[in-house]
């Protein structure tokens, strides 16, 4: 299997624009985690699935920030209109079982807010 | 809530050394701890996780964590450091019923020659 795959790897922007970030989790796994990791803060939860359902999203941090997961292949995490503090790595993972067991990262998003 | 504390931000040692990272956690009942390995420009790989059972366990690359409930502890080891063990080490714990997994802040091991 190929992994859990997160596109772009890298992305800047400027404030006010929208911002996109993919994840393909991997095949058969129920869970899907998006993360944030700045120096500040660390890692932090932003939301996750379970079957393609938001379980819960009370770790995103606004409503310029959205997540979806369409089918059980392919999530979004969006940021409308962004920010220079939403400058982070974000990353997706995905599961079996949830957190009593192993979560496979991505290579994570970098974005950059100018 | 859950919450896991690693207290060394950055921890030095010489290759071939012995090490050990610091864990303490602080949850009511028996979580679920895991020690991940971030290498730069990486996302995070499992290492090793406690769920029940023996309290010493066993991971990848070389490494060993032991579950000590009387301090909270769960501290990772490895007898011998190699070069390639530079990285950020995230101590993880779980909580079974809702998925909210929290991090501590992550210690950033440097190996010397």
């Known amino acids: 299997d190929a992994g859990v795959i997160q596109s772009p790897r890298h992305e800047v922007t400027e404030m006010g624009q929208e911002v996109t970030l993919r994840c393909k989790p991997i095949s058969g796994h129920d869970y899907l985690f998006w993360y944030r990791q700045t120096m500040m803060r660390g890692l932090e939860l932003l939301i996750y699935?379970?079957?393609?359902?938001?379980?819960?999203d009370s770790g995103m941090p606004e409503d310029r920030f959205s997540a979806k997961m369409p089918n059980a292949s392919f999530s979004t995490l969006k940021i409308q209109p962004s920010e220079p503090r939403d400058s982070a790595v974000y990353f997706c993972a995905s599961s079996p079982t949830g957190t009593t067991g192993e979560l496979f990262f991505g290579e994570g998003s970098r974005l950059t807010v100018l | 809530a859950q919450s896991v504390t690693q207290p060394d931000i950055h921890i030095t040692v010489s290759e071939g050394a012995s090490l050990e990272l610091r864990c303490n956690y602080s949850y009511g009942a028996t979580p679920y701890l895991f020690w991940y390995v971030q290498s730069p420009g990486q996302g995070l790989q499992l290492l090793l996780k406690?769920?029940?059972?023996?309290?010493l366990v066993q991971g990848i690359k070389g490494f060993e964590a032991e579950f000590k409930r009387s301090q909270s502890s769960f501290n990772l080891r490895k007898p011998s450091v190699h070069w390639s063990d530079a990285a950020e080490y995230f101590c993880?714990?779980?909580?079974?019923?809702?998925?909210?997994?929290?991090f501590g802040a992550g210690t950033r091991l440097t190996v010397k020659p």
């Open positions: 406690y769920f029940s059972g023996d309290t």
């Open positions: 699935f379970n079957n393609n359902v938001p379980i819960d």
């Open positions: 993880a714990v779980g909580e079974g019923n809702n998925n909210d997994m929290r």
